[in-house]
């Protein structure tokens, strides 16, 4: 089992930067290929931003790139999202997961998930 937690979360105005957090714990032995993903209210969990094992390969949904950044530090288990820019439409609650596979845009891939935090933007 790992247990994933978020942070980083808050409130900020458009064009401001926040950055995410994702620590993971239990049995991390193993390497997992990473992912970010948001869901708004009403709205169905959308992928944010992928990160292989080796953290050589990342992939954003067309929305958030050049502005966010996925990243991790596999020595301390975890993984960053960087965002920039911000606007309202990227509210939203952020969660990060895990996927034994690999890296996959599919939140259906994934086997682990954290609890989530809250984006807002305001304008």
């Known amino acids: 089992q790992v247990q994933l937690v978020e942070s980083g979360g808050g409130l900020v105005q458009a064009g401001g930067s926040l950055r995410l957090s994702c620590a993971a714990s239990?049995?991390?032995?193993?390497?997992?290929?990473m992912g970010w993903f948001r869901q708004a209210p009403g709205k169905e969990r959308e992928f944010v931003a992928r990160?292989?094992?080796?953290?050589?390969?990342?992939y954003y949904t067309d929305s958030v790139k050049g502005r966010f950044t996925i990243s991790r530090d596999n020595a301390k288990n975890t993984v960053y999202l960087q965002m920039n820019s911000l606007k309202p439409e990227d509210t939203a609650v952020y969660y990060c997961a895990a996927s034994i596979g690999g890296s996959s845009s599919d939140y259906r891939l994934y086997d682990y998930w954290g609890q989530g935090t809250q984006v807002t933007v305001s304008s």
């Open positions: 990160i292989s094992r080796s953290a050589r390969i990342t």
């Open positions: 239990g049995r991390t032995d193993s390497s997992y290929a």
